[in-house]
């Protein structure tokens, strides 16, 4: 804690709004208040900057700006993407290939598929939490329409062969989408070289606010929408556009291109650093995710004997995670953990760090002396309570 | 025009965000930009932000907090509501009963149910845009399981019968949906006395930023979420919370319900002299609506012999809506003024004007003076042209 302020490290939950991307966004929930679809000077105004936001995030991932879909966010974008496929295609195949570790807005819209003539295969992962692209095509019948595998994995950072993916979905001509929620801004994103047919991007994990995100839509893409109305967004998400969130998204995704070389390696040396001090500090912990193939702000860390709500609990210094962000207070296991197969004593002390562009190198320290701090007096409490 | 910005009579395609609430959602946009799902300090206070939001929504309109589901807007909200009873319902049967006047993003979901099985009453409209509840009586069948009649028409401000609506649905136990976008701020809007199960609430028509609405759910009703995922929303509507939108949804919803009488008087003496001012400054005008039955903002005038696009052109000082504002540069008859049977020369020539509580009396002044003035000077024109 640096003054009554928790450290934050819990950058995949969400960010903060950059205050760059807030001075972008704040004209629009002013003066600049007209609806985007208005034929007036206050619509035409509206209708410029969605269209220059629509830019921005395309020029980020590499596609064309009229392969952008507006959205509410990573979960509307995900069940647009699966469900939009799924039944706008359902006469080429009813399959969908995922995996096990997805985020639940990937997961439910496939088990709601399930429950309406689809068969869904749910591709198990190794102990770092990595797909297998063999294990992938041996899953691909002729009826498969819809592979969905996430960039990175949002509670352990693990990044999933997701070009090897694409090249093979490519050349069964299967529909393949990603949720980058996690990536953009962290790693580099680009749909050519990812070769995804569509990817989900979620505002609030890129300095952007919650409640906008995007959906890239590859020309051509047979997508049924989730939201009917008026014909928004090339007919695919009605809805009056929020021109301000939509702004923000525009320039959050600028800058998240612009600067991710850098914020990258500051990340990595960061979470090097935490990784080693949380070693020397405690006995025994291990590292959730993979080695290697992470993103540069997620480590994953588990504290055998606690569990990681009750670690958290007792340091108040440091706001982080226990095991996903979704579920709060869950004391259950991970599911993507569980997935991964780490034993029991270290998905229950489970801990996700994430860090992010306002981390410091002061603040590594703290979190890393405080987890530790408490992290050994739990266990010397619990041992002292065990020799009672 | 005041200055070089037009004066905005456009209330009814969106407002502009009010200051107040604009100061409570800020410090949600910087410091308090935790995840309401999230269990540490930042997480909590974002929790309770919603939650405050979520009574104050359920205050405004007499229904309890659990019956709020937070959603991106208006149009989620009545896609939610319609294909959500529809898909959970089916068993009781498949019959839906709406109205030909209601918002794209009512009419295009009963179009779809209808491609999956459905069947779906259209009900005409009156003259003035009114619903017949005897028609509506009449087309009800053993197999309805949902009606869905707009509270207040978004382009002549007719407002529905929908207290009788609500009876009968209530007597019949068939679920009843309202669209309250256009209504709540205007007139007063109370779950209990208009008899509804669901309603449809959208945040950037009452001085909340565009991308924010929420549905009303009455306890018990069966529905089925459109956008799956985690828990959130009662489990109803996946998705992290935008929760500086939702404050601010919260605050405008309590502005709303605080200022409702007031603002009433003010509107309706105004839309009374603007419609009067025009009355007398332009020959042969006609109201589009209901003389008495109409929201006290809205006023759609028929200028015979021209086109509303075109009078608005020619009309740079005033920010207004020819036909419906969902469809920018439309010069198609409006389906609404269609299905009231508005003669050609009035539909094509017709004009929304609405108004809001940031317009004055000069505003009112200047308005009536500047349509006017284009309206004879097109008039002229077009009969100097006949005559060469």
Same mark, same amino acid.
């Given at each position: 804690m640096i003054g009554s302020t928790p450290i934050y490290a819990d950058y995949n939950a969400t960010t903060p709004v950059d205050e760059e991307v807030l001075e972008e966004m704040l004209p629009f929930l002013r003066?600049?208040? /007209?609806?985007?679809?208005?034929?007036h000077l206050l619509g035409k105004q509206a209708r410029q900057a969605v269209d220059e936001a629509r830019r921005r995030v395309a020029a980020a991932i590499g596609? /064309?700006?009229?392969e952008i879909i507006f959205t509410s966010g990573g979960s509307e974008s995900n069940n647009l993407a699966i469900k939009g496929v799924a039944f706008k295609n359902k006469e080429r195949g009813r399959h969908i290939i995922t995996s096990t570790i997805e985020h639940p807005s990937v997961l439910n819209p496939c088990r709601y598929l399930e429950d309406r003539g689809f068969d869904v295969t749910y591709l198990p992962v190794d102990e770092y939490g990595l797909v297998s692209v063999e294990d992938l095509s041996n899953a691909?019948?002729?009826?498969?329409v819809l592979i969905t595998i996430m960039?990175?994995?949002?509670?352990?950072g693990t990044i999933e062969p997701i070009s090897e993916v694409g090249r093979l979905a490519k050349e069964l001509g299967i529909y393949f989408h990603t949720d980058a929620a996690q990536s953009l801004g962290k790693i580099p994103v680009d749909v050519g070289e990812l070769g995804v047919d569509l990817l989900t991007i979620a505002g609030h994990k890129l300095y952007a606010p919650k409640g906008v995100g995007a959906l890239y839509v590859r020309a051509g893409t047979r997508l049924e929408p989730l939201i009917h109305g008026a014909a928004h967004e090339f007919g695919l998400r009605a809805g009056t556009e929020a021109v301000a969130s939509i702004v923000a998204l525009g320039k959050a995704c600028e800058m998240a291109e612009d600067g991710l070389d850098l914020l990258s390696l500051r990340l990595t040396k960061f979470r090097e650093r935490l990784f080693q001090l949380l070693l020397m500090g405690a006995p025994g912990l291990r590292l959730n995710g993979h080695p290697a193939d992470h993103l540069p702000n997620t480590l994953n860390i588990g504290f055998p004997g606690v569990t990681g709500a009750v670690l958290l609990k007792n340091t108040p210094e440091v706001a982080a995670s226990?095991?996903?962000?979704?579920?709060?207070?869950?004391?259950?296991?991970s599911p993507v953990l569980s997935a991964m197969g780490v034993a029991q004593e270290y998905a229950l002390g489970a801990i996700r760090l994430s860090l992010g562009k306002y981390t410091t190198e002061d603040e590594i320290d703290v979190i890393a002396d405080a987890l530790c701090t408490s992290y050994i007096r739990l266990l010397d409490g619990d041992l002292r309570k065990a020799n009672n």
């Open positions: 003066k600049r208040f /007209g609806n985007a679809s208005s034929s596609c /064309g700006p009229n691909i019948q002729d009826e498969t960039h990175a994995n949002n509670e352990v226990p095991g996903s962000a979704c579920h709060a207070d869950a004391t259950e296991i």
